[in-house]
């Protein structure tokens, strides 16, 4: 073997091992368990519940209602986020039909409309809560720590991340801030509520697998996505499925039916 040619075979198996941890990277961030995919699995998420709409995706409060009571005559089991945490990680059994209902941006419309609705049927569900936003008002009013405290003590309520200031687009934010953005949500969760914090959302549906590594990183366990379908088919652990009630719920409670035959 020439110089020029040995000095590049040695440099190209110098490189080797980095390119090995660069391909097995997302291979490595966990995915759930076969056996997750069975029984098809779904979460639900609504933004806003009010008496009228001020953006697209707000919910009707008559709407809200009526969504619930139907997931209460068609026999669907309403599940914790734990309990789809063991479902994914472990095959933790559920029940038929299952659901896990969510909430994602804080807005008081969820405590004095939803809330109300869910403690009359006693189904429990997970806030995902923007830190920096809490008991301010921007285009929105914004529940206060006390009010997410009266759900969380109501027994019903889990409080999780949605990032500390909501970026609209996390992808354009370097890996130290993100993981700023991870730490700091958490630690004000836990502070005010004593809730330990390991499920995250990414803020406007906008995430990478370099978000999702760095969500990985920060000890986070799950992270939820817009992107509909089964929860226990998802691609792995920091892009679990979510159905946007806004847009699919008829759909949703349809592939839910029907995995179950």
């Known amino acids: 073997m020439n110089r020029r040619k040995k000095t590049g075979f040695l440099l190209g198996m110098s490189l080797l091992p980095v390119l ?11 995915r759930p368990v076969p056996q997750a995919a069975h029984p098809y699995t779904a979460v639900l998420v609504w933004h806003d519940v009010v008496g009228y709409k001020t953006v697209w995706f707000d919910t009707l409060t008559s709407t809200f209602k009526s969504q619930i009571a139907e997931i209460h005559k068609d026999g669907f089991h309403i599940i914790t986020l734990p309990q ?3 479902h994914l990680t472990k095959g933790t059994a559920l029940p038929s039909r299952p659901l896990m209902l969510c909430f994602d941006d ?7 409309n939803a809330f109300p609705v869910l403690e009359k049927y006693h189904y429990p569900f997970t806030l995902f809560v923007h830190t920096a936003y809490v008991g301010v008002t921007t285009s929105k009013r914004h529940n206060t720590w006390q009010q997410l405290k ?4 109501s027994g019903l309520a889990l409080v999780q991340s949605l990032t500390a200031s909501h970026p609209e687009n996390i992808r354009l934010l370097n890996n130290a801030r993100i993981t700023r953005e991870l730490d700091v949500s958490r630690h004000s969760i836990e502070l005010h509520l004593g809730t330990p914090v390991y499920a995250f959302v990414y803020p406007c549906d906008v995430y990478s697998m370099r978000v999702a590594e760095d969500v990985w990183k920060a ?3 799950i992270a939820f996505t817009e992107d509909w379908g089964n929860a226990g088919a998802s691609p792995n652990m920091y892009e679990i499925h979510r159905y946007p009630a806004i847009l699919r719920f008829q759909q949703c409670l349809q592939d839910v039916i029907r995995g179950h035959h």
Request: aromatic share 8%; no cysteine.
């Open 219 to 221: 000890g986070y366990k």
């Open 150 to 153: 009266q759900m969380q003590d």
């Open 84 to 86: 789809l945490l063991a």
């Open 106 to 112: 804080n807005n008081q419309g969820i405590f004095r």
């Open 20 to 30: 090995a941890r660069a391909s097995s990277m997302h291979q490595t961030i966990p």
